[in-house]
């Protein structure tokens, strides 16, 4: 707020005087960056919902193979431009008779390119 970074509480709360408040809510290593106005009104929780954006997943392979996407079937190799939410992804990727490959990827606002070296 105001350039002025907020403190959440164990609950993920943030105590805020009554009135208008502008909002910045910023996740710098995803990209990712939202504006808010948020009436307060005192003695009251204000329960603010946030839309998780979404971005495209593209995944070659060195030879023809499955995909699957936070433990869901996603398609075959090339995959392109598959949606996914920011954050971080689980991927797999396998190949008939070859051994599987599974990566943690952090997806940001920017699409991610992976190219998977299957043994």
Same mark, same amino acid.
């Given at each position: 707020e105001?350039? =002025? &970074?907020l403190v959440l509480d164990d609950r993920n709360r943030v105590m805020l005087s009554?009135?208008?408040?502008?909002?910045?809510?910023?996740n710098r290593a995803l990209g990712f =960056? &939202?504006?808010?106005?948020?009436?307060?009104?005192?003695g009251e929780v204000t329960a603010e919902s946030l839309e998780v954006p979404k971005t495209q997943l593209t995944i070659t392979s060195s030879s023809q193979a499955e995909v699957w996407v936070d433990g869901a079937k996603a398609g075959d190799t090339p995959l392109v431009d598959w949606p996914v939410d920011i954050g971080t992804r689980e991927v797999g990727v396998r190949a008939t008779g070859r051994a599987e490959r599974k990566l943690s990827v952090t997806a940001t606002v920017q699409p991610v390119h992976l190219n998977v070296d299957l043994p």
């Open positions: 105001k350039d =002025r &970074a009554a009135g208008v408040h502008e909002l910045t809510l910023e =960056r &939202a504006a808010r106005t948020v009436q307060i009104t005192s």
